[in-house]
C-alpha cells in the first residue's frame, strides 16, 4: 500500500502541478488494480509545506485498522485520521514541483 500511496501522491502532485499553482485539495486513492476506491486522503499546505491525512476509508474492515507496522510514533495508532504525507516541499529548481518528506504506507509501515 506504500507504493499505492507514493505512486498515487507523486503522479497526482506532478500532474495537478502542471494544471494549478498547488494540489492542495481531497483526493481519492486507487489501489493497485486501478479499479479499487481506497481512501480519501486531504492534501493541505502548513507553512509553506504539504502533508495528507487519511479523512475516510471505504472499506469497513480497513477502517478500524490501527498502524500496527509503522516503525514511528505512529506505531499502533489508527489509521482514519492518521497524517501519512509529511514534510513535502517545493522544489528548489523547479518551483512547480514538490519534493523531500515522506509518504507512509499503513499496510507495510
Known amino acids: 500500500m506504500k507504493a499505492l500511496f507514493a505512486s498515487l501522491t507523486l503522479c497526482l502532485l506532478a500532474g495537478v502541478a502542471h494544471a494549478q499553482s498547488t494540489p492542495v485539495g481531497l483526493w481519492k486513492t486507487i489501489d493497485d488494480d486501478g479499479k479499487t476506491e481506497k481512501a480519501l486522503v486531504r492534501i493541505f499546505e502548513d507553512g509553506g509545506t504539504l502533508f495528507g491525512k ?18 514511528d510514533e ?4 489508527p489509521v482514519l ?8 516541499h517545493k522544489d528548489a529548481d523547479d518551483q512547480a514541483l514538490w519534493s523531500g518528506g515522506d509518504i507512509l504506507d499503513a499496510e507495510k509501515g
Request: proline share 0%; aromatic share 4%; with cysteine.
Open 54 to 71: 487519511v479523512e475516510n476509508i471505504f472499506n469497513d474492515q480497513d477502517r478500524a485498522k490501527n498502524c500496527d507496522k509503522c516503525s
Open 74 to 77: 505512529r506505531k499502533g495508532q
Open 81 to 88: 485520521g492518521m497524517v501519512i504525507m509529511r514534510n513535502l
